[in-house]
Each structure stands twice: as C-alpha cells, then as structure tokens.
C-alpha cells in the first residue's frame, strides 16, 4: 500500500527555519519524481518544489515565491522526502502536501504557521 | 510562466445533472510527445487533492465514468454527469507540461 505521511509542521517566528519531512512507503521511492504542495488557508494549490527522479540525478526544481529559501532533498535509503524551509515568512503560512506519480498520490499535509 | 484560468459554476448545481468546469492556459499544454499534460483533481473540504484526469482525459485509476475531461491545447473542460452529493468541492486544473508547475484558481461545486 502506497503511504506518504508529513510531518514536521507548527507554529515558528517569521525569520525562524523549519524542516518537513514526508515518509513514503509502498514504492521504489528512487525512481519517481516527488513534489511539495502549499495550500494557504482558504486559498488554493500552489507548487514549490520538486525533487525528479535518480534517473534524472535527483535535480531539484523550486517556484519563484520559494526558490533561494528552501531546499528539497531526499534520503533515499530512508525513502524520506525533505523540505528545509528558511527565512520564514508570514505568507509561508499554509499546509504543507508531499505528492508523486503525476500527483496521483497525496500526503495528508502537514499545517505550518509563520507568526509572531 | 504558464498561467491557468478557471471559470465560475453556476451554483448550486442539482443532483442529478450535469456541471462542466472550463480552464484555459496562457500556453499549449500540448508536447512533442502529442500528449496535452493537463490534470484535473477534486479537493474535497478536509481532505487532500484527489487526481481526477491526466493527459486532460484519461481517468485516473478509480475514477468515475462520470468524469471526463477534453480540450484542446489551450481550453479545457471537465464535465460532471450525473451530479452527486459526493462531488462537492472545489476543482482544480493544474498544467504540467513545464516547470514551474501551476494550477488554476479553483471552482467551487455546489450540489442542491
């Protein structure tokens, strides 16, 4: 059964880091593209980031409102995906998803708060 | 960047018919491969996205019949038959044809 669970979420201070993880599990984590989603709190889907596929040497790709503050990176031997989010800003705020496989599969997400 | 826009349903919509959701991108979706790289999904309230549609109208595993998407390179639909309880929320056009990936503003569906 295929399995993506995040965590690592909460309440930081804008200018503070935080780290998200995504636990897969139920494939060959190594050969798939792995994606990270943001929903701001009543707003809609935004893509930031993604990691392609060990065919594709793991070459990241970010979105403009992220790129230079966070990193997307993966344990392969763990089957974690990681999103190491700095320099926090309030309009970071939102739920964190992992997604793979064309975005056929989701994780639950994750909520991250950036406030003072 | 690719910029997805989505129409506005007429809601609510009764149980029973049919609602079509329309989404047009500032680009062709279409690749050299002759595929048109579009996904359809459904968020429910709570919940996480569920993919719908890929490749604008093949249905994704589960999904069902009464989903269907179309289009062209540039205009796309996703029509609902059949209208249930359970097809309430808001649906979202994503292109992914091109990094950065980018997804419509939504549609809300409302059922009576």
């Known amino acids: 059964e295929v399995k993506l669970v995040e965590y690592g979420g909460g309440l930081v201070q804008p200018g503070a880091s935080l780290r998200l993880s995504c636990e897969a599990s139920g494939f060959t984590f190594s050969d798939f593209y792995m994606e990270w989603i943001r929903q701001a709190p009543g707003k809609g889907l935004e893509w930031i980031a993604a990691?392609?596929?060990?065919?594709?040497?793991?070459?990241?790709v970010y979105s403009a409102s992220v790129k230079d503050r966070f990193t997307i990176s993966r344990d392969t031997y763990k089957s974690i995906l990681y999103l190491q989010m700095n320099t926090l800003k309030p309009e970071d705020t939102a739920i964190y998803y992992c997604?793979?496989?064309?975005?056929?599969?989701w994780g639950q997400g994750v909520m991250v708060t950036v406030s003072s | 960047d690719i910029v997805m826009t989505q129409g506005v349903l007429p809601n609510p919509v009764p149980s029973g018919e049919s609602a079509s959701i329309t989404c047009r991108s500032s680009k062709s979706l279409v690749y050299k491969d002759g595929k048109t790289y579009l996904n359809w999904f459904l968020q429910r309230p709570g919940q996480s996205p569920q993919l719908l549609t890929y490749w604008m109208s093949t249905r994704a595993s589960g999904v069902s019949d009464r989903f269907s998407g179309s289009g062209s390179g540039t205009y796309f639909t996703l029509k609902i038959s059949r209208v249930r309880a359970e097809d309430a929320g808001v649906y979202y056009c994503?292109?992914?044809?091109?990094?950065?990936?980018?997804f419509g503003s939504g549609t809300k569906l409302e059922i009576k």
């Open positions: 997604a793979y496989n064309n975005f056929d599969y």
């Open positions: 994503q292109q992914v044809r091109e990094y950065p990936l980018t």
């Open positions: 990691s392609r596929n060990k065919a594709n040497d793991y070459s990241t």
